[in-house]
């Protein structure tokens, strides 16, 4: 039920906005007695906060153990993504709540979603700087790609209409995206494997054209 | 004057929000009589229709021409990324409102915002297909794309301070991390110069490999 009464009270703030929506109307959406939203919620601040709450534990859970998995750091990069756009993607509502009225949230809670977003960025920060130092990515300004980064995904609250798109092809062109702009492996590796072939097949052609050379000072006849 | 009205009211919009700011706060921060105000703006709402014509004819004027500009793809897709993070990059508090207060707005002023959005990517889009079809970017999803590349100039005024970052460098990084996403160009560019070369040096290789065997088998003596 607080799970219901918080899924309507995001999608009411989300299209309405917070200041506009009153309990009434948040009750009326969820075909309940106002009355009885009081067994969850004192008033419509601790409703957002709540949401809040939902929000930035939503993104802890899923997103911090990515940091510290025994994974590459582009892998650990490629489902940061997916997970952010997943999370994203499925509670549009709540994320848009979580973007836009931060303003009439509590002081104190207002430095707590400022923590998890800063640990967030900064988990994010230390997977690319990771790959950097191992050569798995090119040497970005890790600060400013998180940024692009989460402004690429958190936008997906703005225009993502379940109907129309599918997550997976939107994660699949996001994350592409991302990790050609990131990796330094893929082409790289393989113009060192061409480069290193031609290398090769260079030294080959000089030993034998020296060779034909030779021989055919050898047999003069055969001009 | 205006100028001056606008950016103010712009500033207050997006620290306080539109609803909870008054023209007399407006006047106040802007230090003016609220009576002079009247001559420029009839009300509240006349304001912030002008704050979103001003974003809309700024993303107009300096971004239309690209579409059509005489250069390649890729160097229209620079010159719009770079124009348009200049541009939210020096108008945070007109952005700010532009991105959280369209509910606010006119019916009629809000149909015309969506289209001057709806023109914008689709002169972006256009871009990306022009880029795809020429082979210069790789064969992306260029409605996605357009989301990814809005999105992550878009955020730019959540996060961006001219005292902390250097726009410059944002962009360098934004544009640089957008066009090897895209490209097709630089890494297989490259990578198909090389391939070339190899296929060259091996026919090369196999014509004198020919040729040795002939001459080998010419001068057995020599064996």
Request: proline share 4%; net charge neutral; glycine share 6%.
């Amino acid at each position: 039920m607080e799970e219901h009464l918080l899924e309507v009270a995001a999608r009411r703030f989300a299209s309405a906005g917070y200041r506009q929506t009153t309990l009434d109307d948040i009750a009326r959406h969820a075909g309940v007695a106002k009355a009885s939203m009081y067994r969850y919620f004192e008033n419509k601040q601790e409703l957002l906060a709540k949401i809040f709450l939902r929000v930035a534990d939503t993104l802890a859970r899923s997103l911090r153990p990515l940091r510290t998995a025994p994974l590459p750091p582009d892998e650990k990069l490629r489902r940061t993504v997916q997970e952010l756009l997943r999370t994203i993607g499925e509670n549009v509502a709540l994320f848009t709540v979580f973007y836009s009225e931060e303003a009439d949230l509590p002081a104190r809670l207002q430095a707590e979603v400022a923590e998890v977003r800063q640990r967030f960025m900064a988990d994010l920060e230390g997977i690319l700087r990771e790959g950097v130092s191992q050569g798995v990515f090119r040497p970005v300004n890790a600060r400013l790609v998180v940024y692009a980064i989460i402004g690429m995904c958190a936008w997906l609250h703005k225009w993502y209409l379940p109907g129309r798109e599918r997550l997976e092809e939107v994660t699949a062109a996001f994350v592409e995206l991302i990790e050609r702009g990131c990796l330094a492996v893929r082409g790289t590796r393989e113009k060192d494997r061409l480069a290193d072939q031609l290398r090769h097949l260079q030294e080959l052609l000089g030993t034998l054209a020296t060779q034909v050379e030779h021989l055919e000072q050898g047999s003069p006849a055969r001009r």
